[in-house]
């Protein structure tokens, strides 16, 4: 089970940090030996890929519009992972959702995420 916190209301150019605990296993594999991802989806528009670390949490990639001000993290003693968002944007207003991967290593292919939170709305003022 994800369970995601730390969504609300931020002002353009403000930060917010979304976190997701993780409970039990996720379809047969730990929250360690995981790969973890954000996706977003706004109003309107189909759910994307926001950001994605590998199981270790050496390895990380994100899409172009967040590179730069998204960071992505995983404590896997805490079994929690985190999504530190900086220099928020309008356009960041979306439902965030935390996902787990069916693999140790991370992608940006929705396909390989089988355990989903439960949406975490982050809204952005301009």
């Known amino acids: 089970q994800l369970v995601g916190s730390g969504g609300g209301l931020a002002q353009a150019g403000g930060s917010l940090r979304l976190s997701c605990v993780a409970s039990?296993?996720?379809?047969?594999?730990?929250?360690?030996?995981?790969?973890m991802g954000w996706f977003r989806q706004a109003p309107g528009k189909e759910r994307e890929f926001v950001a994605t670390?590998?199981?270790?949490?050496?390895?990380?990639y994100y899409t172009a519009s967040v590179k730069g001000r998204f960071t992505i993290s995983k404590d896997n003693v805490k079994n929690t992972l985190y999504l530190q968002m900086n220099f928020l944007k309008p356009e960041d207003t979306a439902v965030y959702y935390c996902?787990?991967?069916?693999?140790?290593?991370?992608?940006?292919?929705?396909?390989?995420?089988?355990?989903w939170g439960q949406g975490i709305q982050v809204t952005v003022a301009s």
């Open positions: 670390i590998g199981w270790l949490g050496g390895s990380t």
């Open positions: 039990g296993r996720t379809s047969g594999r730990t929250f360690k030996d995981s790969a």
């Open positions: 996902a787990a991967a069916s693999s140790r290593y991370y992608s940006d292919d929705e396909e390989i995420y089988d355990s």
